[in-house]
């Protein structure tokens, strides 16, 4: 078997930050915390379905996670099954783009549900992706290197974001009308997502071991069981992160709120992507840093930190400077998160199977998201905002307390 070398994992590296910004690029046409709730909103849909996006999105992701965790346990060939299922959320992103386009979505009865169904579909894609992609990765990068790799990828990641937030900016002031302007953002998102994806063929991936058992779908399950009931640091991790999840149902109430208090212009929402990708970058590269050095669940209290500062600057939002604060704040806590939650799921996996931690991680987590989505949009359906964003200041307060305190960098626990 050949040795997986320094040289190997640069080459991957190259290739790999190309990769992040035509999918940051495009995902900015996109993004959950702007784009979709503010498209929802002017296609009329109700401001509980709005304000859910978010957690919408992780519990479609979360549903088939195991699924595909499972079956990707004997996959001989990770490249090539990578790039065949980024095929579906390719198909499925053309489609948003034709539809909303091509086709006058007014004939369409309640076009929202149409664009729901889209979104739905899309997230369920990811949810395919994410375990597969993973082990891609695990497969493609050295572990001592793998902070860098990952800072590095979702800093060019925000950093294609930041050109796309610029043309979309553009884009939602233009004379186009809507939902066409969206439309032309959703055939853009279509375009990078490919190009993303071609740039998986060159990557050099780690040979198996020839001696690798195929196993069974009751092997699998034994093994999750087994990791559930006696990991018990990574059970700390998951309490924690069931708190950190108030901040997905409050990325959607953010921008619906300070439009209903300040009420911005939907171009706006380039401005957003733009403040909230550049501080993703810089976060991004220096949680990568701090986790190689001190440990990723270091990094991590970043992310939440910065979760937990824009709902606190969302209650005292005291203008438009404050709203573009709650987006910053917003982009220091998703640019640390990547990097630091795939090195953790690394981690905590150690010589166990990486694919099966990430889906824990989305299926157990996935009710507590479907409880806080269902509370807030409850909430804001009866116009109870300051309610809702009290619920989301102390529950990312517990989770920051718990992550600080009682979780234990997995780099120093013993295996299971």
Known sequence: MNDFTIKDHNHNLRYNLAHEFFWGFG??????????????????????IVVSTAGVFSIAIAIPTLFSAALGRNLKNIKRSVIMVHCIILAVSFMMGFTFTIIEPNIVDKAWKTYLTYFILYAFSIGIIVPIWTDFLNQGTLRSH???FFGLG????????LVGGIALSYLLSSSIEFPRNFGIGFFILFFSLMMGTILFFPFRIKEKKKS?????????ISDTLEIVREHQNFQKYLFSRIFYSACL???????????????FALSEAGVFTVLTVTCAAISSYFAG?????????????????????????????????????????IGIGQGAFMPSAMNLIYDFSSKRD?????????????????????????????GNYELSLNILVVSLLIGVLIMF?????????KMI
């Open 154 to 161: 979702f800093a060019f990641n925000s950093l294609g974001s």
């Open 354 to 382: 990486t694919k099966t931690y990430m889906a824990l991680i989305d299926s157990i987590l996935a009710p507590f998201v479907l409880f806080y989505m269902v509370l807030i949009g409850w909430l804001v359906k009866r």
């Open 27 to 48: 995902v900015a046409f996109h993004t959950l915390y702007a784009v979709v709730p503010l498209f929802l909103r002017e296609l009329s849909a109700p401001e509980y």
């Open 212 to 220: 690798e058992k195929h196993l069974s779908v009751g092997q699998f």
């Open 289 to 329: 840093k701090i986790g190689d050095r001190y440990g990723h669940i270091n990094s991590m209290l970043l992310a939440y930190v910065g979760h937990l500062i824009a709902a606190l600057i969302a209650k005292f939002a005291w203008g438009m400077y404050g709203v573009y604060m709650i987006f910053i704040a």
């Open 146 to 148: 793998r902070g860098r």
């Open 249 to 263: 149902p409050g990325m959607g109430l953010y921008a619906v709120y300070c439009q209903d208090k300040f009420n």
């Open 405 to 413: 305190f009682i979780v234990e960098d997995p780099k120093n626990e």
